[in-house]
């Protein structure tokens, strides 16, 4: 089967591009990422101090997951203006390497959320000395998000951060963020398995939020946010030109506001990562978030969902998100920092609900064209019209697709019925394997419980 050991037969290719809307693989496959959020947010804020290891590593490639979501803290990377915990990058290196002998991407993220446990964080993402909240006050455990409409400490911290606010080394924070991201950046460059950097989790427009509802911000994320991801972007591109660059919209797009946020450098190598967290019938989320990276011809990550432990409504989401044929990265409840809820160790199914382990193609030797599994009968469909996604040439002889199948959902074994495709894996193998039958353009598979 080849999915949990590091001396798999078959492992995935290390490193991943774009074409169009799509993630590549050096094959020109199309890959789809099923991931899962790793941010540990008590020091030492790091994963493998709170138990992670080779079993988790193993659980998630049992489990068909190819990607991780690895935070860090700048916190902990610059404890002091200038001053950098080498150790501390190199701990979070150390998982990566660990992920990467699975075959896990890991998409490498600077994480916060409301900047400091100053000024009513629950954890201190960002650093103290970058805080300058100009003596307003912090309502007292004013929780997350409520913090952001609560705190004027939180909202003045961020709008000096915006205004570039000097550090008391005379240099602006926004020119230190962006020699902190080339700094940990110039650790991973030309590591294999890295899918790139996601340059800052859900910055937040501090007082001009009210004019963000309820149609988005475009005028911070056009004018302020994007020259700032910009500095960061091309600080990394000075130490790793490969790696895919990750830029994020406002907080408030989160919640279905529109998004306005354009690819900030032009790189041809970027993406958006985007997040859902829509509640009610309409989820404007994925469409905003799908519209506009494509409007910009970026690569759509949906790098944040869930947060809950409602199996129903994960799977709805996770039905939705395979009818938008999306990459995702869930964010699993024990990670929460609300009160009455701590973190607990990120080990084991402690990072995912077995609601979201479902099939997938891995890769596609061709374009996708649908997919949809129905977990009720168990039956999964994929259409891909047979040329590559970049240049729509054909795929040379025996280019594979490949499948994911869980043991949960097929315990019994399954069927395949294909068209245009002769399956080339052993019968009831985790990875189902095809190969595009010669002069076929389009391929049709259909996979149902044995």
Known sequence: MGLTTPAAATPAPPDLGRAGRWLTDDQGRVVTLHGVNMVYKKPPYFPAAGGFGEKDARFLAENGFNAVRLGFAWNAVEPQPGVY??????????TQQLLARYGIHSL??????AFNESVGASWSGFPAW???ADGLPVKPNPGFPEVYFTSPAQNQTWANFWHDHAASDGVGLQEHYAAMWAHVAQRFAGRPYVLGYDLINEPW???DYPTCFPGGCPRFEKDV???FEAKAMNAVRRVDRDHLLFYEPSLTNDFGTPDWMPNPTGDPNAGMSFHDYCFGPVDTCVPNGTDRAAADGVVGLLTEFGATEDAARLTRLADRFDGAMLSWMFWSRPQDQTPGHPQEPPTGPNLMDPAVVRPYPRAVAGTPQQWNYDSTTGTFTLRYGARRADSGQPFAPGARTEVFLPQGDYPDGYRVESRGADVVSAPDARLLRLVTAPGQETVQVTVTRR
């Not at 490498?108 to 959320?113: A, L, R």
Request: charged share 20%.
């Open 85 to 94: 915990d080498d150790a501390y990058i190199e701990q979070i290196g150390q």
């Open 205 to 207: 427009p501090g007082w």
């Open 108 to 113: 490498v993220d600077s994480h916060q959320d």
């Open 130 to 132: 970058a805080v300058f």
């Open 225 to 227: 946010l994007a020259p």
